[in-house]
């Protein structure tokens, strides 16, 4: 994992960690809502099965600076084409909704984090083969969109995954591993953050501050955004800078 996916997961069991304290715990634990003692089992079961999955790709991360860049800068290349088009065709059939999913300027896919610009780009393609093979499918074509072209897509994307991610051990299971981490710890982020809003609902109970307070300080993002703390940001995580090609 970098270290970005590393610090979220420690964000996750130092708040784990809080929680157990016995004069946290009363506050919390079987009292409504029930769903955050539940949250709790489910945080701890994700962030031990991460660090599982992430203990089976070897060490940290391979291919030299100068293969993620190229590899990155292809997958924002046809991202941002296909992108471009699905925006195009999906107007002009007055789908505006979904036409605003894509319409990102080539700067903002230049910008999203390594994660997130997988996922997102997983996405494209899969809206792409959905938009190829429906209703519209003509209009589609006329706009270059076919399923070859989200295949481009999801070809580029997995590149980008695998020089990123690849196991040191053998290829073995890679695809599992691969796909499967960026899924695990999507989750974790999810259900950090229901665990966030949910805390709020304890701040009357007796110990309740101190509980919202002491967890808020322990699952802090600390690689935000220039240092900054809003709450509403801790969940996009500024990816460690990329050092320099060579």
């Known amino acids: 994992m970098n270290a970005r996916q590393s610090h979220l997961v420690a964000r996750a069991e130092a708040g ?3 929680l157990k304290k016995p004069e946290h715990q009363a506050v919390w634990k079987d009292k409504k809502p029930l769903r955050f ?3 709790t089992v489910e945080v701890a079961e994700l962030a031990k099965t991460i660090k599982s999955e992430a203990g089976k790709q070897g060490l940290a991360l391979t291919g030299s600076a100068k293969d993620k860049k190229r590899e990155r800068k292809e997958l924002v290349d046809s991202a941002d084409t296909l992108a471009k088009a699905m925006t195009r065709c999906l107007r002009s059939v007055r789908n505006e909704a979904e036409a605003d999913k894509w319409d990102l300027t080539t700067s903002e896919w230049r910008d999203l984090p390594d994660l997130d610009l997988s996922e997102k780009a997983e996405l494209l393609a899969l809206a ?14 006329e706009y270059g969109i076919d399923e070859e ?3 481009a897509t999801e070809k580029e994307r997995m590149d980008f995954v695998v020089v990123m991610n690849l196991p040191v051990s053998s290829l073995a299971g890679r695809k599992v591993v691969t796909l499967g981490l960026p899924a695990l710890l ?14 709020l609902q304890f701040r009357k109970a007796a110990g309740g501050e101190a509980l919202i307070t002491a967890f808020r300080e322990a699952t802090k993002n600390r690689l935000g955004n220039g240092g900054g703390d809003d709450e509403e940001e801790e969940d996009e995580e500024t990816p460690p800078p990329t050092p320099p090609a060579g």
């Open 16 to 18: 784990l960690v809080i």
């Open 149 to 151: 072209a989200a295949a």
């Open 128 to 141: 792409a083969v959905e938009l190829a093979k429906g209703p519209q499918k003509d209009k589609a074509l």
């Open 37 to 39: 003692t539940k949250l």
């Open 186 to 199: 999507k989750q974790l982020r999810e259900k950090l953050g229901e665990m966030k809003d949910l805390i």
